[in-house]
């Protein structure tokens, strides 16, 4: 009995089932190509070796899933393998290629004939532990070929599901042995016109044309013309999508590449390094087999708006959760603390005060990172069972930084934490990309879980669903992050672009005089994005907010959850500004920034229940010299679900809004 509360059917597709291999005969073929059968045995439903099913030249074989408006279309043309996506009729992906390309150079896609197809419709319904909704849908239409490479005999399989809020694909290869892959060739041919949002590691977003991803990477890391996950493009006649991959296991993570000579096309590109070009290069990714690779996702909105609301589908395609307790995972806010005791008891009054959940201490709580490989022993400075037992008493969590040079027996430092009574680790550094730490990532958030530990991972790690199967795993960095000031225009992507992907650790940073926004701007972060480990208040201390009076936002944070029963977005046009509201019990919350540009937004209040609600608007004032010396102007009016809101945001600002029923 899970205690979040999932209900699953179980699967009967290919990812699930053993599809056999056809001949004792294959064998010897099968090692030669880098896809290996222990004991393959017949399958008596197979057509004769000799028998072409269809996919005659120039005659393309195709099966279509549709849901909701959404289609996807698996074809063959000449024999080799193509994928397409609609929705409401307009293109979203071209016919585009897919397959594999095995270790000895073998092509799985490039000519194949259909030997089975199933397909079902399936609607179910599940409860997170935590989220942007208190429940969420899963429906949809599942195409499934078994498919035969005509030169080898291989067999391998695709699984196609089409969703109302957009499609993915994923590769089924069969029997029991190994294979070994060297590339993945799915490749996104988008409609001319499309501008794609690329951006890798820590840089800004930057909106291109798909043949013009800029070249980056050092001889040490990949490169090329590359682009991390979750990627955006914006498609003629007014579509979005974003591309994203879920269920990542034992696989590489995938970039995105632009297509010498397809002006309008990306292609996955599997990463052989890690992303700091740190350990060791992988060229080509075994597995056992049966084996389905990662989810390739494309969440579609027909409206920017629509875009954001989608993002769980990335959720849906994930594993279930596998925890059977979750009663000790508590989302939350949390304040950094400087590196004393003196300053961690502070921090922990100043949670208490300001209704927060959690203190940190970061980097250096056990001396300097990079040369002190020992997380078990802080420095002088630092009574840690001292400020561990205040906390306690006083209801609040400790979290503590550790960079990934301690983590060579995450298991017994995790046990350890567990019995100091921390309550959460914030892993730095952390070098996702290859197979290898593709595990070991989910490695660390087992054993974590093991000792009821959250887990945060910071630096160029990307989502992948994973934080529904273990939901410990609360949040994660892998984004230019607010820490860095960046631009409003870059706070306005992120909610069409990183944050469709997962959990997103921003780290607010209200009242800093280095922001590029204003301060309405900054609080309207806590409710716009997704972030249910929420850190407030960066690079501050409590003494800075001894007057409360001096800073008119507080009562937001005070307030603010960080998980919600209900999330929708009412506008938003990627980089130019967004408006979502978010409910948590009977209270709404709202949030709205904008970039550069000053505007107003008419927002209806339909969302709204019965009956009137107290608006406290916390909005720009006049525009200041700089955005962050434009004040915040704290108002409150009665409004019904019949008003509309008329939403006014200075230049780089924001607007945040409470309505509370009565």
């Not at 269920?247 to 632009?258: A, G, I, K």
Request: aromatic letters at 10%; one cysteine or more.
């Amino acid at each position: 009995m899970r205690a979040s509360g999932e209900r699953e059917e179980p699967s009967a597709g290919p990812g699930s089932r053993r599809v056999v291999l056809k001949g004792a005969a294959l064998t010897a073929g099968l090692a030669a190509t880098g896809l290996t059968a222990a004991h393959p045995v017949y399958a008596a439903a197979d057509p004769p070796d000799s028998t072409d099913a269809g996919s005659r030249p120039g005659r393309p074989e195709q099966v279509t899933a549709r849901m909701g408006g959404t289609s996807l279309t698996l074809s063959l043309v000449d024999g080799a393998l193509h994928w397409s996506v609609r929705r409401d009729g307009r293109e979203v992906l071209g016919t585009s290629a897919l397959g594999l390309r095995l270790a000895d150079g073998t092509v799985l896609g490039g000519d194949v004939r259909v030997t089975g197809e199933r397909h079902r419709t399936r609607r179910t319904t599940w409860t997170p532990v935590y989220g942007r909704n208190a429940t969420v849908t899963d429906h949809y239409r599942e195409q499934c070929w078994d498919l035969r490479d005509r030169a080898t005999g291989i067999r391998f399989g695709v699984q196609a599901r089409a969703y109302k809020s957009g499609v993915a694909l994923r590769y089924v290869l069969p029997g029991e042995g190994t294979a070994t892959v060297a590339d993945e060739l799915t490749t996104f041919g988008f409609p001319g016109g499309t501008t794609v949002y690329s951006a890798r590691d820590e840089d800004a977003y930057v909106p291109v044309a798909p043949d013009s991803i800029p070249v980056t990477g050092t001889a040490t890391t990949d490169s090329g013309p590359l682009t991390d996950l979750p990627l955006t493009a914006t498609l003629p006649g007014g579509l979005i999508a974003c591309v994203c991959e879920s269920s990542r296991v034992d696989y590489p993570r995938m970039m995105l590449s632009s297509v010498p000579g397809e002006p309008n096309a990306l292609s996955a590109f599997l990463m052989e390094h890690t992303a700091r070009g740190t350990g060791p290069v992988s060229t080509t990714t075994t597995v056992a087999t049966p084996f389905t690779t990662p989810w390739r996702v494309v969440v579609v909105g027909t409206t920017h708006a629509e875009l954001v609301d989608n993002a769980e589908l990335v959720l849906n395609l994930a594993p279930p959760n596998a925890l059977s307790d979750t009663s000790w995972i508590k989302p939350g806010k949390v304040f950094r603390c400087e590196l004393s005791t003196a300053a961690g008891l502070q921090g922990i009054d100043f949670a208490v005060a300001r209704g927060l959940e959690y203190i940190e201490y970061d980097a250096g709580w056990y001396g300097p990172e990079f040369t002190t490989p020992d997380a078990t022993k802080p420095i002088a400075a630092i009574d840690l069972p001292a400020v561990l037992s205040y906390a306690a008493d006083q209801g609040i969590g400790v979290f503590l930084y550790v960079n990934r040079l301690a983590l060579t027996d995450a298991d017994s430092l995790f046990g350890l934490y567990k019995s100091w009574g921390v309550r959460g680790i914030k892993l730095g550094f952390i070098n996702d990309g290859t197979q290898s730490m593709t595990n070991q990532i989910i490695d660390w958030a087992k054993t974590a879980a093991r000792y009821e530990l959250l887990i945060d991972m910071h630096d160029d790690v990307r989502p992948f669903g994973y934080e529904r199967t273990y939901p410990n795993w609360i949040s994660l960095e892998g984004v230019r992050g607010n820490e860095q000031f960046p631009t409003a225009t870059h706070n306005v992507t992120l909610p069409f672009a990183r944050n469709i992907g997962g959990p997103m650790d921003y780290t607010i940073c209200y009242g800093q005089s280095r922001d590029k926004t204003t301060d309405a701007h900054q609080m309207a972060m806590a409710a716009v994005y997704y972030q249910p480990l929420d850190f407030l208040f960066w690079y501050d201390k409590p003494s800075k907010y001894s007057n409360p009076a001096n800073w008119p936002g507080l009562p937001w944070f005070n307030a603010v959850p960080v998980t919600w029963d209900e999330s929708r977005t009412l506008a938003g046009a990627i980089g130019e500004y967004v408006a979502v509201a978010r409910r948590a019990g009977s209270d709404w919350y709202l949030g709205a920034m904008t970039n550069e540009s000053s505007r107003t937004l008419a927002l209806p209040l339909s969302f709204l229940g019965s009956g009137t609600y107290t608006a406290t608007v916390y909005a720009d004032g006049t525009p200041g010299a700089s955005p962050f010396r434009t004040p915040v102007v704290v108002s409150t009016r009665t409004v019904t679900a019949a008003d509309t809101l008329d939403v006014a945001m200075a230049p780089a600002g924001g607007q945040a809004v409470v309505l509370k029923p009565g």
